[in-house]
């Protein structure tokens, strides 16, 4: 560390730093009762589309947990809705979308610009002033992602519509994810010219493809996505959710960082990723236990890392919202402490 | 292949084979008329406890496809039954098991005995009449994963119940699991005993555990029920669902074969488990695909294989409901016909 570089930003370049950062993945979220407040008044969407909504509870959980980096509250699939594709969130049901069913409904998504994310830069704004030196992430779903939910139309189990669209129909699956790149690309851009100072992906779906399917149809669009961003001058983070099985792809796909769940041990994959800094990877459930159990996963995640340059800590998902706020402090506290702050 | 030895038993124990054998997990199910006909008049668990019903469906896949071997048509959760707790199936929700909450539920399980199961050795002798040199699999779940259902009631999204008591409480947790490994023994000889020429280990769940948990309150166990199938003289499969991040430690279990599900690549996996035979590993979904898309996955799977011996072809997980059977039947033509048969 030095030069003024965060602690967080240096171990995403893989430099010493004097303690290991932390933060968590939906660490803004229903776990804070602040945040349940705000969410009470406003509907999901709303909170993402007005900045001092999606300011207010990106601060919330910096002011209560010495974190090392804050992340843009927003959503993954904003980039569709720019797109043009219709978008509603449910309580029960998670995000709909009006599904892509043919050639036509590819063809009708209109190419972003950045005035589409408009509100998304100014929450950005209001943000960094508030954090001073913190840094803040930005953020996009993977093209992956997004093409399965507007395939689906929503989640889905199995991702059938998306792997058959992919194995079918190549040269329509193309054109859907090449469209998918330039919103992902603008997204991000706009993000890092209003202030923030790294970005992640979120691959939240690969993990359902075989790794032939993810070589050869996905990973190609992740890297254009993941050089694009390293050129706006920031540090990638790459989370391909449930992606233990084929982490040599991800690795192919050019991240500084790579974003791990817990199902891998930190050791034996950052072999297989040829040493690339990595960022993870507590299960979240821990964090529903005793400060015992927490302790004893951090001290191993830790020794996992082996004290080297080029980890962040973080959990391997999101944090559940049965959370206990407290667990979440003791997790802090313990990062830094055992890791020498 | 050589003294009447068949070819997928052959290719468990790693020999040479003239061409790659193929069996289907849950290959006797609801994507085959047949079995819909006799689900519609009997419940799943009387299906199970019938020996005539039992031995019927699981031949039923053997009179349409040329299979290499037949699996035993039966339930994960029966010791589990037979250990005491109260089990029933929902259409809807699936299994559904009085809760362990407390030691005392914990010590109120019996330890069973073979003439438990004396249903199922009587629906393998049938089947193994009717089916002649085709080899019949036995199975049972692993410890963990029944120990989970036990736990949670059923199926469950986060497993937060099994964990927190594996965490918290690791004196209940060995209690639990050794009466697990007990029943588990037990059902795995009666089947051995009854005709069962090879077993496979189910650990259905276990995907959901970090490598540091899989390691210390998992494999032990699920070591000890591979050894003692070990010691019956037939070949042991494991299949860990999910265990794409920690194959490594599948391969300490100490099976013969090491079941793969789709998202690991099967020349990669194999580097990992050291040289183990492999079974597996086709994305479940292509079946619901085209023919082409079929002959490509299969042709790019024994590819990876790299034809050497040691290689079962099965899907990554279950047939899918929805799953043509004129496309199985594509499926094993395929596999036999790219192999060399």
New interface residues.
């Given amino acids: 560390m030095g030069d003024g570089l965060s602690v967080f930003l240096a171990a995403c370049r893989s430099l010493p730093t004097p303690y290991t950062p932390v933060w968590l993945m939906r660490q803004a979220g229903r776990y804070l009762p602040e945040y349940r407040e705000v969410r009470s008044r406003h509907d999901f969407l709303t909170m993402c589309r007005t900045p001092e909504l999606a300011a207010e509870v990106t601060v919330q959980p910096l002011r209560r947990f010495p974190l090392d980096a804050a992340i843009i509250f927003s959503d993954i699939l904003l980039p569709l809705q720019a797109m043009g594709m219709e978008l509603s969130f449910s309580e029960e049901e998670g995000p709909r979308l009006s599904p892509l069913r043919e050639r036509r409904d590819v063809e009708r998504l209109r190419p972003v610009e950045e005035a589409d994310f408009d509100f998304l830069a100014q929450a950005i704004r209001l943000v960094c002033r508030e954090l001073g030196d913190t840094p803040l992430i930005g953020f996009a779903g993977a093209p992956f992602t997004l093409a399965s939910y507007a395939v689906e139309g929503g989640a889905s189990r ?3 519509r998306a ?2 669209l992919m ?2 129909d190549p040269g329509l699956w193309e054109e859907l994810m090449d469209r998918l790149v330039q919103a992902v690309e603008v997204a991000l851009a706009v993000q890092v010219r209003a202030g923030a100072r790294a970005v992640q992906i979120f691959d939240s779906w690969a ?7 993810y070589r050869e149809r996905v990973l190609p669009y992740s890297r254009r996505v993941i050089e694009g961003a390293k050129r706006l001058g920031v540090p990638v983070i790459h989370f391909v959710h ?1 992606g ?3 982490l ?1 792809l991800v690795a192919e796909t050019g991240p500084d960082v790579v974003g791990l ?5 930190l050791r ?1 994959a950052r072999k297989r990723l040829n040493g690339l800094a990595v960022q993870g ?1 507590l ?1 979240p ?2 964090l ?3 400060p015992r ?1 927490i302790e004893e ?1 951090v001290r ?1 995640i830790l020794e996992e890392a082996e004290g080297r340059p080029g980890h962040v800590f973080n959990l ?1 998902h999101g944090v ?1 919202k049965d959370t206990p706020p407290e667990n979440v402090a003791f997790l802090v506290e313990a990062v830094h402490r055992l890791s020498g702050r």
């Fill in positions: 199995l991702y059938l792997k058959r194995w079918e993990g359902v493809l075989s790794p032939r399917d449930n233990g099985g084929f040599e769940d817990w199902r891998v041990g034996e990877n299960d459930a821990v529903l236990s005793t159990t996963a191993a391997g559940l």
